[in-house]
């Protein structure tokens, strides 16, 4: 209502004076009865009211508009306050805004990756299932901590013979092969467990749930649940794809939900759920596809439990311990006892983990980065704040006199007060609305960094954090008015007639002191941060400048699965023999092959063997295994030290071949080529292991895997012809080297496989180079960003600097005038001014210099560097002081530009 009223001041002030002007013509018409004249009656009517205009405002302050004009009126002043000093103003905004939109878009990302809890019912009482073995044997099929996963048997085991646990559900993923009409893509599809939606709390946002009854065991229902995620990009959120066939490595099945959950892991967002009973349809023809539901060696399977109310943790483990060990206890006779197995397999131990955040596989491989770079967009705000403070008592500084007069003049300290607090809240709103835009800007700027082959790219969401929004805005606020409320109040105290006489003061005042500690904290913070971007942006070319072992250059590559349409093995060997092949006859092509391995992918895989003669000394040998083509080696340019290349010959009937690195040789012959030369090896282990493969040639060690990985491993590299008879997946990753243009060549490679298999997809279609690039896009990205805070920091710690040195300057132009009448020449004026640009260079570059050693520290781990690195420390302070010296030039030169006569007059 009294909003109402002060938007109709106008009119109601009117109704007042009205109003009032008849109670006193009422009066005054009632004393002229009584006998009194008119001009008598008037003054006696007048003595009775008081003051009118008081009496006015009285009236209106129980409206209740007062303070909203009051408002208005401190509003006009702040603006007009504004626009007397744009440029001050233009600086507190941009720097609010460049804190608070780095850093909420930077922790937006920090929080999805590392700190995000899934989004189901109470997570924080889920819990993950850990193990450890005293064993490796038996058969793996892991993504990230080989702890967690378990065989099948063991989770039957768990799941019914517990008492705490409300539920026990298990969860495995795979890549698999989408198809719908005519369109193919490559997605993951999770297969989960009846109870698996019900034990976390998930519900179908249209249809239904899996339950149960679809997860028979080897009778599962062909039914299938999409991602949220996957039905909005694949199907444009369609409410009519209930009950559509969608094909799962070429086995149909029925949609009939759609959940708004992205799985346990958020680097492998699952496209599609299915029961966990018909893997083996999914699978078929992958590795060990018929015993993954029975044996009790093969671990592939997630678990994830839900806590009883009231029990806790200790006490739950403590039970799964019991269950866990009987079980091992239990399956002593049906396992292949030998040697000191059964002690081994019973060295066995359960763990339950916190389950509210997932399987963390994303957080596990970025999480280091992201925090490092969590810590050093902080410190850019701490620098952004404390910038916005020294600018704000700077400008407080140079308003000592105007406050004085207003006290002196009759201004209350709450109006002086509320006028402070007024300016710097509608400034902090601009910064903090600017700082919105920036942030979302930021956050699109970061995600478009990343590309499309990153599992990042899929788990992040492009909107911003609200909660970090807020904190970050508030702190905004809060500087901004605590810096500008702050100097008001020291003000209000000052003496009117000592604030007045201050023009002959040789010194900045009582808060000298604050803009030393901030401006030596703003250097502090800007060497800590200059340091860390130089040392992540020379690992970065360090990384740029390793040779891979191969070449990359006029090189395109793609992935294909053609086993996942659950073909047969001679089909699949047709079925890439013919894409090799019309690959060959395309124009500018030079040499086809194609590959188990997907080099640069960040994929790698291998296993045990056997190499007559070598002893483990406590570590078992695992190198990775490869699959080759004959010309594998010369598309990838990679040369033959010794031996021979694999050639059409080497097929499946004739003997097993093998070409082994140089790591290879170092670790299983000692580093003797002429031993490992003919040397002979076995994919098995045990005391009967054959070891009928013959080493016939020796490559160069290559990375394969990616090129921030300082090591893979031994390589052994094997002819595609002779890996037909594994009980495994066929993968074949198709190596060109063309010149011709990428995007017809991509066209027609494209074409190429449709016209041989439409259903097949095509992955990862593009250059070798690219994906070289792609490789490092993590410590790209980090580079990037830390360089930009870094420049920041350096940009705002300069002007925070010629903030000081200018208003320094500005308040001892009297004493600078008064020492040139004197006969004080440049030099001395200029040595006062860079005396005091040193004294704050050099306490900031006490502080930071430790600071800044503990930051390289931290990163040592992460960036890989060497040393000390003592140059990087020595060219950041450099840069430091260069800046430092910019800054000061413009203050420098008006005092040495200072007229006596000018000054003492003003003075």
Partial sequence: MSLLRWNRKRPTDAE??????????????????????????????????????????????????????????????????IRRSPGLAATVVLMLALGVGANTALFTVFRQVVLATLPVRDPQQLVLLSQKSGTDEGAWSTWGDQSLYFSYPAYEALRDRNHTLDGLAASAFSSVNLTTGTSSETGYAEYVTGNYFSVLGVRAALGRI????????????????????????????????????????????????????????????????????????????????????????????????????????????????????????????????RGDFPKQWMRTRLTLRDGSHGLQFLESSVGDPLTVLFWMVALLLAIACSNVA?????????????????????????????QALVEGLLLGSIGAAAGFFAGIATLRVVLGMIPETSPLKAALAPQLDWRVLLFTVCLGLGTSI??????????????????????????????A????????GEIAMSMALLVSAALVAFTLYQLRTVNLGFSTSHCFTFHVDASALGK????????????????????????VSYASMDFLSGDQGGGYITVPGYTENGIRALPNFDWITPDFFSVLQIPLLAGRNFTAQDS??????????????????????????????GLTTGPHAKTDIQIIGIVPDVLSVGVSRNAVGPMLYMPYAQSWNRPYSHTASFY??????????????????????????????????????????????????????????????????????????????????????????????????????SALFLAGLIVGAPLAWGASRILASLTQIKGNAAWLFAGCAFLMAVASLLAALLPLRRALTVDPVQALRAE
């Fill in 736 to 837: 060109l080297r063309s010149t011709a243009k990428p995007g017809q060549l991509e066209a027609s490679i494209r074409a190429a496989v449709f016209e041989i298999d439409h259903d097949l997809p095509i992955v990862g279609l593009g250059t070798m180079q690219q994906k070289e690039d792609d490789s490092l896009f993590q410590q790209r990205l980090m580079a990037m960003l830390a360089c930009a805070m870094a420049a920041l920091a350096l940009l705002m710690s300069s002007a925070g600097l010629y903030g000081v040195l200018s208003f320094a300057v500005s308040q001892r132009t009297p004493e600078i005038g008064i020492r040139m009448a004197l006969g004080a020449g440049r030099a001395a004026v200029a040595s006062m001014v860079l005396r005091r640009l």
């Fill in 652 to 681: 499946d009937t004739s003997q097993k071949v093998a070409i082994v690195d140089e790591d290879f040789v170092k670790l299983f012959f000692h580093g003797d080529r002429n031993a490992a030369f003919g040397g002979q090896l």
């Fill in 568 to 591: 047969q093995n001679a089909q699949v060997r047709n079925e890439y023999d013919a894409i090799e092949a019309a690959l060959q006859r395309m124009p500018g092509v030079a040499s």
């Fill in 482 to 511: 605590l810096f500008s409320l702050g100097p008001a109040l020291a003000g209000i105290k000052t003496d009117p007639l000592e604030a007045l006489q201050s023009g002959s003061r040789t010194v900045i005042g009582k808060g």
């Fill in 513 to 520: 002191s604050w803009y030393g500690v901030l401006i030596a």
């Fill in 210 to 337: 899996l339950d149960p009854g679809d997860d028979r065991f080897h009778a599962g229902s062909a039914v299938a649940v999409l991602s949220d995620q996957y039905w909005q990009s694949r199907f444009g959120s369609d409410p009519s794809i209930l009950n559509r066939v969608l094909r799962i490595n070429g086995i149909p099945f029925t949609v009939v939900g759609v959940v708004r959950y992205r799985g346990l892991s958020g680097e492998y967002v699952p496209s599609v759920f299915v029961p966990m009973a018909m893997q083996h349809a999914v699978m078929a023809g992958r590795d060990h596809q018929d015993d993954r539901l029975t044996d009790s060696l093969f671990y592939w399977i997630t678990l994830t439990g839900r806590l009883k109310p009231g029990t806790s943790k200790t006490t739950a483990q403590a039970e799964l311990n019991s269950i866990w060990l009987d079980w091992h206890r239990a399956q002593l006779p049906f396992l292949h006892i």
């Fill in 390 to 418: 020294i600018l704000l008592l700077v400008k407080a500084g140079g308003r000592r006199r105007e406050l004085a007069v207003q006290n002196a003049l009759g201004a209350s300290r709450w109006q002086l007060c509320r």
């Fill in 16 to 81: 007042l004076s009205d109003e009032l002007e008849a109670h006193l013509r009422m009066a005054v018409a009632d004393r002229v009865e009584r006998g009194e004249s008119p001009e008598a009656a008037r003054a006696a009517a007048l003595r009775e009211f008081g003051n009118l205009p008081l009496v006015r405002e009285v009236a209106r302050e129980q409206w209740g508009s007062r303070w909203m004009e009051s408002l208005a009126r401190d509003l006009k002043y702040a603006a007009r306050q």
